[in-house]
């Protein structure tokens, strides 16, 4: 990974710069033209003002001007010819004056310049085989063109001129791009090396090692990010295959105690159907009874089943009107057991919980509550909003004989019960447990004192806090 981050980085540096460059040197080529053609018209009027008086007098060569067009040529590298108003050269800038005499008017910048026109541009030089730059301005004595003053330039010299400085344009673009290439070395190892390691803990993970963690403190913010989405994932995971093993291992050991009873009870009314029909019948009852816990503990093991698996985001309920109605539903049997069940609630109480779970929770409060209350007792449901602590709190408080400190937090464990001689399945309260986990709540049993009693207690969260 690190050579392809080096060479994507190095592709984009490279595009880049070529984008960068190539209009660049167009523009320089240009500029540098547009540069030197102004440098000779300005170098041509100088000229032209100088030869004025000369071309109007005929009186021959000034040696003065011409000494000044050779200096200029040498300077400048610029060819200069002065013509008179016909055409004919009468003074250039070559050492031996070869081409004095000799008549321009062929020429169209000359003609051009002679009728009085400023004329520039780029034209093949088919004597010299070479492109030239020119520049031809006319030399004016008041209103009449008495000559004119033309000076070329080899186009290759701006051409090489700006090779040039492209040259060094593409020097500083390889530059570039090797030194990205070097950053994008610094700049992936770190990067490659945590994912590196990332990928070592998630074989490791995969191989079984449930406590497999990577670092979350080192890295770029998105390798943290993505090391504490992992560390998350593996303890969840690791937390659900736990009690995937623990579950099984509880509902393998609770199911064989009914499912042995059942069979002994079968077995034994089958001796007894012909010999004894009534306790064969009794033994039946017996069975039946077994039966009955048997489908119980399942309906109870599916119900803490979802809870696991409740993944399902939390969800605003009003959970005084969840109270009033749960209550509502659970008078008839608590009048059967001479149990009187009161509940106490604001006009609403919004919470927040998953899909269905609030009346779970009830339901399994009520239920325990009711097994251990004798006749006579109060049942009390209670659901208070706590504004300073933005959460509302539901207490199930009964007056059964309670629980010790060490006791209620067991109570909530799997299979767990204060007594054998139950009828319970000892999961109503993982399940109260475990639905309180999934809505962001939490679930206590606290002794009650002086009189007895236990305070299931449930702290859910409020809007406010979301």
Do not use: K
Not at 14 to 27: A, E
Not at 337 to 345: F, G, I, K
């Amino acid at each position: 990974m690190r050579w392809r981050l080096m060479a994507a980085f190095m592709a984009v540096t490279f595009v880049v710069v070529v984008v960068q460059d190539v209009p660049l040197g167009n523009y320089l080529m240009q500029v540098e033209r547009e540069r030197i053609t102004t440098s000779l018209e300005r170098d041509a009027f100088l000229l032209a003002g100088r030869s004025e008086d000369t071309l109007e007098a005929r009186t021959g060569i000034d040696p003065a001007l011409a000494a000044d067009t050779r200096r200029y040529h040498r300077a400048s590298g610029a060819r200069v010819v002065i013509v008179d108003a016909d055409g004919t050269a009468v003074l250039t800038s070559d050492d031996d004056q070869s081409s004095a005499g000799a008549s321009y008017l062929s020429r169209p910048e000359i003609s051009a310049a002679l009728s009085g026109q400023i004329t520039s541009g780029q034209r093949r030089s088919d004597s010299l085989g070479t492109d030239l730059l020119y520049v031809t301005v006319p030399v004016l004595s008041g209103e009449s063109v008495v000559g004119a003053v033309r000076l070329t330039y080899p186009a290759q010299v701006v051409t090489d001129q700006v090779h040039r400085q492209l040259r060094m344009l593409w020097l500083v673009a390889g530059i570039t791009v090797l030194l990205a290439g070097i950053v994008a070395v610094l700049v992936a190892g770190p990067v490659t090396r945590r994912l590196q390691q990332l990928r070592r803990t998630t074989e490791q993970l995969a191989e079984g090692d449930l406590a497999a963690r990577t670092p979350e403190h080192a890295g770029a913010p998105e390798i943290r990010s993505l090391a504490r989405s992992f560390n998350r994932m593996a303890d969840r995971l690791e937390y659900l295959l736990r009690q995937q093993r623990a579950f099984a291992g509880d509902a393998s050991h609770q199911l064989r105690t009914p499912l042995t009873a059942l069979r002994l009870r079968l077995d034994s009314a089958a001796d007894l159907v012909e010999s004894d029909p009534d306790a064969a019948r009794s033994t039946l009852a017996s069975a039946q009874d077994e039966a009955l816990r048997l489908q119980h503990i399942i309906d109870a093991l599916l119900v803490l089943s979802r809870a696991d698996d409740a993944g399902t985001a939390p969800q605003q309920i009003d959970l005084a009107e969840i109270a009033r109605t749960r209550v509502e539903q659970w008078a008839p049997l608590a009048d059967e057991s001479d149990v009187r069940l009161t509940v106490t609630a604001p006009t609403a109480a919004p919470t927040f919980a998953v899909p269905g779970a609030a009346e779970q929770i009830i339901d399994n409060l009520l239920d325990n509550a009711l097994a251990v209350s004798d006749p006579g007792s109060t049942i009390e449901v209670t659901v208070a909003p706590v504004a300073a602590a933005d959460v509302v709190d539901l207490h199930v408080l009964d007056q059964g004989p309670g629980l010790s400190p060490q006791d209620c937090l067991r109570a909530f464990d799997r299979f767990w019960r204060a007594r054998t001689d139950t009828e319970g399945s000892g999961l109503g309260l993982a399940i109260v447990a475990q639905l309180a986990r999934a809505s962001g709540a939490t679930a206590e049993l606290l002794p009650r004192t002086p009189n007895g009693g236990l305070d299931a207690h449930v702290r859910f969260r409020a809007p406010a806090c979301r």
